[in-house]
Nanobody
Framework: QVQLVESGGDLVQPGGSLRLSCVASGTSFSIYHMAWYRQPPGKQREFVALMNSGGGTEYADSVKGRFTISRDNANNTVYLQMNGLKPEDTAVYFC?????????WGQGTQVTVSS
């Protein structure tokens, strides 16, 4: 089972930017499908962005054009670049790794967008 550790969450003003990182353990990172989810206060966890093992991407409509997912297979890391942040982006952001026989989650990192 892969271990995932998120980092980069912070308090940021509306309109600001933040980059989240998720580092995975092990040697098989390049074959994992990677995704970001988030859970706003009092709400269900929701999909944010995905990059599959072939590099294809998918985004939630709410973040399309503002967020970008990327991965660095050499460093076992997936990123979420968040620009034009809004108060409604406030949430705990979770990293997810998926493949046949694998569904792993990190502990989450808090992003707060407020003036």
């Amino acid at each position: 089972q892969v271990q995932l550790v998120e980092s980069g969450g912070d308090l940021v003003q509306p309109g600001g930017s933040l980059r989240l990182s998720c580092v995975a353990s092990g040697t098989s990172f390049s074959i994992y499908h990677m995704a970001w989810y988030r859970q706003p206060p009092g709400k269900q966890r929701e999909f944010v962005a995905l990059m599959n093992s072939g590099g294809g991407t998918e985004y939630a409509d709410s973040v399309k054009g503002r967020f970008t997912i990327s991965r660095d297979n050499a460093n076992n890391t997936v990123y979420l670049q968040m620009n034009g942040l809004k108060p409604e982006d406030t949430a705990v952001y979770f990293c997810n790794a998926f493949m046949l026989g694998l569904n792993a989650w990190g502990q989450g990192t808090q992003v707060t967008v407020s003036s």
